[in-house]
């Protein structure tokens, strides 16, 4: 119940493409959900979060899209960069403790 | 606005010491949250501190310890070091706790037990 699945555990995109990383998570209590983006040697750095009275959020090159029913929100970076390779992680709480996908390792080929 | 640090960012101890990390938080973050990073369980939840209480503890052996000072400064402890230890230590402020928690984190503590 406390599980957040995310996948894939790595992906490569050509830079321009668009980057899809998924998460699905079981626990309906859960009302925020960020994701992070690490660099190595780096701790995790808030990217964009969302809560579940919205289906979609965008910050620049970077949207959200959450659906409530299916227990399922993803990251879509647009117009995708080198400078995007890093791990990425989905989130998911209620209250003080985040709950962690494993991570995606996503690589830009130029 | 300086971010969240931690202090030191590299450490190499022995089987059976122990070790002190500290996080200082972001100017006017109160709440304070500890998390373990290894390859091979990702991210997992130590416990949080908010205006010098804990707040809430992960699954982890009581010889994972930490308070928080009145300055919001946090400090971590591990008793008894085991190899399984080895790990990064990451530090994460937000401005209040359970509030949307929006957790920014600090560079992390490499701790290597040999």
């Known amino acids: 119940q406390q599980q957040v699945k995310q996948s894939p555990q790595s992906l490569i995109v050509q830079k321009g493409g668009i980057s899809i990383i998924n998460c699905a998570y079981e626990?309906?209590?859960?009302?925020?959900f960020p994701w992070y983006q690490q660099f190595p040697g780096k701790g995790p750095a808030l990217l964009i979060a969302i809560r579940p009275d919205v289906s979609e959020k965008k910050e620049g090159r970077f949207t959200i899209s959450f659906n409530k029913s299916a227990k399922q929100f993803s990251l879509h970076i647009m117009d995708s960069q080198p400078g995007d390779s890093a791990t990425y992680f989905c989130a998911a709480s209620k209250g003080y403790q985040l709950i962690w996908g494993a991570g995606t390792k996503l690589i830009i080929k130029p | 606005k300086a971010g969240v640090t931690q202090t030191p960012r590299y450490l190499i101890k022995t089987r059976g010491q122990q070790v002190t990390l500290s996080c200082s938080p972001i100017?006017?973050?109160?709440?304070v949250s500890w998390y373990q990073q290894t390859p091979g369980q990702g991210l997992q939840f130590l416990f949080e501190y908010f205006s010098e209480t804990q707040r809430n503890k992960g699954n982890f052996p009581g010889r994972f310890s930490g308070r928080q000072f009145s300055n919001s400064r946090s400090e971590m402890n591990v008793s008894t070091l085991e190899l399984g230890d080895s790990a990064l230590y990451l530090c994460?402020?937000?401005?209040?706790?359970?509030?949307?928690?929006?957790?920014?984190f600090g560079p992390g503590t490499r701790l290597t037990v040999t």
């Open positions: 100017s006017g973050h109160r709440s």
């Open positions: 626990n309906t209590a859960f009302d925020y």
């Open positions: 994460a402020s937000s401005l209040v706790a359970g509030e949307g928690n929006e957790q920014y």
